[in-house]
């Protein structure tokens, strides 16, 4: 038996990392979902059919997948929350600071979206 004294560890300490796909979309609409592979133990996310594949970064917590893109010159230019419970995503697109309380900022756009998650395989 293994005993661990002194040691302040959350439950997702133990929860082992895993690749999972998902597929993002508006309600209605499965024809074009966005694909995201989200890597949690690499705390990466790729967009699988974005434009140039785009490359993310991942923050896991109980209850949300929080993610970022950043342009090729390495300003954040989108971030999205994810429900890890209802699969509900919110995002938003253009400049930061992102999800100011009210109204986006002038010229950034908001999305609501439906995640779910899919076997990680490619179609073709």
């Known amino acids: 038996m293994l005993l661990v004294a002194g ?3 959350s ?5 082992p990392p895993h ?3 998902m597929a993002c979309a508006h309600e209605g ?3 074009r979902p966005m694909i995201l592979i989200v890597d949690t133990g690499s705390s990466e996310v790729i967009w699988a059919n974005g434009e140039g594949t785009p490359r993310g970064s991942l923050h896991v917590t109980k209850y949300s997948y929080a993610l970022e893109f950043r342009s090729r010159s390495g300003a954040l230019v989108s971030s999205a929350r994810i429900n890890r419970f209802d699969g509900r995503m919110e995002r938003e697109v253009g ?3 992102f999800f100011a ?7 950034n756009h908001r ?3 439906l995640c779910e998650q899919q076997v990680l395989k490619q179609k073709v």
């Open 7 to 9: 040691c302040a560890r």
């Open 11 to 15: 439950e997702l300490d133990f929860t």
């Open 19 to 21: 690749r999972t796909q």
């Open 29 to 31: 609409d499965s024809q």
């Open 95 to 97: 400049q930061a600071p």
């Open 101 to 107: 309380p009210g109204h986006p900022r002038p010229g």
């Open 111 to 113: 999305q609501s979206l």
